[in-house]
């Protein structure tokens, strides 16, 4: 079945312990990306990839970091988590990213909280 | 790069037609519009999509006026596992060919027996 599969879906950490959201895509997309969801604000984009070894920040990047060494991962690191980082997060790929009418493929979310 | 504006909530009955409409006064001639549906604990879920005009699907329609200023989802005869949030977005693409993707707030439709 073509899925996103995000990993854990729920996580509870402390503040300033590194943590790592995983992410994987089994379609062969080029297109990998990272949302965060807050109440009243919609999806914000936190970063982007178009490839293997090619990202990009999105409007939120700051206090999180990606990695893309294999095309269908595309793991989401916090180094030094902070509160303000409790959200619901989700993973998204697409076929490509060279056009504007792609269809975006989301992952079921990870709601972390920073405590 | 488009905003988009959306009604934050709308209630309905089941049997009824729902019309959503999304205003993106700033849309650029290449970009396309999207409408996705999201669940509670789910990610969101492509519904449709189009440019100009009116483009139908099994669950949807979506009409683009000419101005391509607003774009209006309609539901037909919804029932009550449509109760969801909807998004509208508006990609587009920056100069370093990178898609840009702008979602709006979303708008909760409430669907009522």
């Known amino acids: 079945e073509a899925q996103v599969t995000q990993n854990p879906r729920y996580l509870i950490t402390v503040t300033g312990k590194k943590l790592t959201v995983t992410c994987s895509q089994n379609m062969n997309h080029e297109y990998m990306s990272w949302y965060r969801q807050d109440p009243g604000l919609g999806l914000r984009q936190i970063y982007y990839?178009?490839?293997?070894?090619?990202?990009d920040k999105g409007d939120v990047p700051e206090g999180y970091k990606v990695s893309r060494k294999e095309k269908r991962n595309f793991p989401l690191i916090l180094e030094s988590p902070s509160p303000n980082q409790t959200s619901l997060y989700f993973c998204?790929?697409?076929?490509?990213?060279?056009?504007?009418?792609?269809?975006?493929?989301f992952g079921s979310g990870t709601q972390l909280s920073v405590l | 790069l488009a905003k988009t504006t959306q009604p934050i909530s709308m209630d309905s009955y089941e049997g009824q037609e729902v019309n959503i409409t999304c205003s993106h006064n700033?849309?650029?001639?290449?970009?396309?519009i999207t409408w996705y549906q999201q669940f509670p604990s789910q990610g969101p879920r492509f519904i449709i999509q189009?440019?100009?005009t009116k483009v139908t699907n099994e669950v949807a329609s979506l009409f683009i006026p000419a101005d391509r200023k607003s774009s209006t989802l309609s539901l037909p005869r919804v029932s009550l596992s449509d109760t969801a949030v909807y998004y509208c977005?508006?990609?587009?693409?920056?100069?370093?060919?990178?898609?840009?993707?702008?979602f709006g707030q979303g708008t909760r439709l409430t669907i009522n027996p």
């Open positions: 998204a790929s697409s076929l490509y990213q060279g056009s504007t009418n792609e269809k975006l493929f």
């Open positions: 189009g440019y100009k």
């Open positions: 977005l508006v990609s587009s693409l920056l100069v370093q060919g990178a898609q840009k993707l702008v």
């Open positions: 990839s178009m490839n293997v070894e090619v990202t």
């Open positions: 700033n849309i650029a001639t290449n970009d396309y």
